[in-house]
């Protein structure tokens, strides 16, 4: 496939494509809406039910008191415990039918496309057309899961096209950036390490995306990824600089360094260590690499940040700052101004920024603590926290 110098442009399959589609997502509501009108049906069925226990029980505490008390005999003893554990009976199958049916939706509703990447490929492969990147395939797969860790599979890829002697990995990279690169890299090694039937295939990538912007259309063409571009009308397949992927010799996952600045590398670190807390405070949870994106939106995020430490009542977000000046703290700023309202679990906390970075310039320090910014310099392997000026937000 390298040096083909060739772009592959497939128009999407107005007629299959949108039928199928359509037919994909009539199948779902009716799946919703049978499963919702199940459910409300269900639970009326359970409420009367409950009802009705409610009232025997009521009855049958009025009449032990009145009549059978006297007998040292409680009307359990004689009729109602019969009918109490028959009815209890029913309510356990009729809760077992309830759960076989869930199982039997939520089983439809996996089967749909997963996204709109599936439906391309599985609507053209079903219509014959079985060439892509300027090779033959035989056999197309969805949603491959490589290798678990905790029941999480280490890696994923959404359509694997295969032949005798090629492997096309492909991902939806719609809601990804530049920093997602090296990771996927580090899932072509992952597959070939575990499986082995492919060890000696030729391996590719392509990532798929409705957002291509320039500086992750150049990172693909560095890595020798191919660019399938999407919109409403057609695809366009771009595999010029589309390269196998060699298998590194002696390769070990658990040696790949897996933090994707120093910043994140220096808070995981610590924190793995037994240190909770920063910024004055105690932490509960640490995530990486965490994303904001406009409600509704599936383009890429309005803002990542490194870290994100939270308490029950409080965020930090700490963000890598190198190479940047005073002028592009405003648009992370506005982010973060809106965070917690963003998201119910948040919305009662309070959110502090820190940024980190090499070259603190004193313009830049003034700012930020102009701002109630913390400000976490770093000097070759240390890491210097200034706090004194923190606000929330």
């Known amino acids: 496939m390298q040096g083909l110098n060739k ?38 069925r359970q409420a009367e039910f409950d ?6 029980k009521a009855e049958i505490k009025n009449i032990n008191e009145q009549i059978f008390k006297p007998l040292k005999k409680t009307v359990y003893d004689f009729k109602i415990l019969p009918e109490i554990d028959y009815a209890e009976q029913k309510k356990r199958k009729s809760n077992s039918k309830y759960d076989r049916s869930m199982k039997c939706w939520d089983e439809a509703a996996r089967n749909m496309y ?18 892509f990147f300027g090779e033959d395939f035989d056999k197309i797969r969805d949603d491959v899961r490589v290798a678990y860790d905790l029941f999480k599979p280490i890696s994923s890829f959404d359509i694997v096209l295969l032949n005798d002697t090629t ?17 996927i890299l580090n899932d072509i090694q992952i597959f070939r390490k575990y499986c082995t039937y492919y060890e000696n295939h030729k391996l590719y990538l392509a990532l798929a995306s409705k957002h291509f912007y320039p500086e992750l259309e150049d990172k693909c063409k560095e890595h020798g990824i191919a660019i399938i ?21 002696n390769y070990d996952e658990e040696l790949v360094d ?13 924190w793995n260590a037994g240190r909770k807390s920063f910024f004055g405070k105690d932490f509960d949870e640490i995530e990486a690499d965490w994303r904001m994106y406009e409600r509704y939106s599936y383009g890429c995020p309005i803002a990542i940040f490194d870290v994100m430490l939270t308490n029950s009542n409080t965020i930090a977000l700490i963000n890598d700052f190198n190479g940047k000046c005073e002028s592009d703290i405003t648009p992370i700023l506005d982010v973060v101004k809106t965070f917690s309202s963003s998201y119910n679990s948040y919305h009662n906390h309070k959110v502090y920024l820190a940024l980190a970075s090499k070259d603190f310039s004193p313009a830049l320090e003034d700012k930020c603590k102009e701002l109630g910014l913390g ?11 200034y706090d004194e000026f923190m606000k929330a937000y």
């Open 167 to 183: 492997v096309v990995l492909i991902n939806d990279f719609s809601r990804k950036v530049v920093r997602d690169i090296p990771p």
């Open 7 to 44: 772009t592959q442009s497939i128009k999407k399959p107005k007629k299959s494509f949108t039928e199928k589609l359509d037919k994909a997502k009539e199948r779902l509501d009716k799946i919703t809406k049978d499963r919702e009108k199940f459910q409300a049906a269900y639970e009326k």
């Open 258 to 270: 897996k933090y994707k600045s120093d910043i994140e590398r220096f808070f995981f670190t610590s």
């Open 51 to 56: 009802d009705k226990i409610k009232k025997l």
């Open 114 to 131: 997963k996204n709109d990447l599936e439906m391309f490929f599985f609507s053209l492969w079903e219509d014959g057309l079985q060439n």
């Open 375 to 385: 400000v976490i310099k770093q000097e070759g392997d240390d890491f210097l926290i």
């Open 229 to 249: 571009k999407q919109d409403e009308e057609k695809v366009v397949i771009d595999y010029e600089f589309m390269k196998s992927h060699d298998k590194i010799p």
